[in-house]
């Protein structure tokens, strides 16, 4: 079974320019989060979406950050535009529909994004 | 609110050592699930183990051990033996299946294991 797949891997730019990341999760997986990883941190969610549509956002810095999930598989997530904060690691995962017990998380490698 | 807490931020052992590595959790919630993460240097958060709040038996898989203690609030991971293969951060995370199931992750510790 192919993982989570994420692109690009790596991303430089410089700020105020706008960025764009690429997940695609595992096969039949209904729910896809976005994680923010700063150097030193733990993951932070971002945003979730359960099929297209969003369930939690409360996170998501909304004033440059978007997020789509077109045909609830693939994802897309968007800074415009970027500031020198915003240097960090992109994580999607993916998870089964809740079930009677499926609820890891199963992440992709990342996309680490630095911001001069 | 929930919290996840790793206080050891890096922890250095010969190969071959024995290693835990802490994690305390705070939750209002009676129900909950506690996860372990391996994240190796090329970045991808490998999953180890999930726990439910109602099932304390400590589980074994391999040289990797799992303490769950509701009492103390503590899900601490211990490597038996270790090898330098298990040179990564280590990520400790809660979950409430209520609402949304999104994660709570501690800072992590890394583990470097020195030949």
């Known amino acids: 079974e192919a993982g989570v797949a994420q692109s690009p891997r790596y991303k430089i730019i410089e700020k105020r320019q706008s960025v764009a990341f690429w997940c695609n999760p595992i096969?039949?997986?209904?729910?896809l989060y976005w994680y923010q990883q700063i150097l030193g941190q733990g993951p932070k969610l971002l945003i979730q979406?359960?099929?297209?549509?969003?369930?939690?956002d409360s996170q998501l810095p909304k004033d440059r950050f978007s997020a789509e999930r077109l045909k609830g598989v693939d994802s897309t997530l968007k800074i415009q535009p970027a500031k020198l904060e915003d240097s960090a690691v992109y994580l999607c995962?993916?998870?089964?529909?809740?079930?009677?017990?499926?609820?890891?998380?199963?992440f992709g490698p990342g996309t680490r994004l630095t911001v001069t | 609110a929930q919290k996840v807490t790793q206080a050891q931020t890096e922890i250095s052992v010969v190969e071959k050592e024995d290693v835990t590595l802490d994690c305390v959790y705070e939750?209002?919630?009676?129900?909950?699930?506690l996860f372990w993460y391996k994240q190796p240097p090329s970045g991808e958060l490998v999953f180890l183990i999930r726990?439910?709040?109602?099932?304390?038996q400590n589980e074994i898989s391999g040289r990797y051990s799992w303490n769950f203690q509701k009492s103390t609030s503590s899900f601490n991971f211990t490597i038996t033996a270790s090898q330098v293969v298990d040179s990564a951060v280590y990520f400790c995370?809660?979950?409430?299946?209520?609402?949304?199931?999104?994660?709570?992750f501690g800072t992590g510790t890394r583990l470097k294991v020195l030949a």
């Open positions: 726990r439910n709040s109602f099932d304390e």
């Open positions: 939750t209002r919630d009676t129900t909950y699930y």
């Open positions: 979406f359960q099929n297209n549509g969003v369930v939690d």
């Open positions: 096969s039949g997986h209904a729910t």
């Open positions: 995962a993916s998870s089964p529909l809740r079930g009677t017990s499926t609820y890891e998380q199963y």
């Open positions: 995370a809660l979950s409430e299946p209520s609402g949304t199931y999104k994660y709570i």
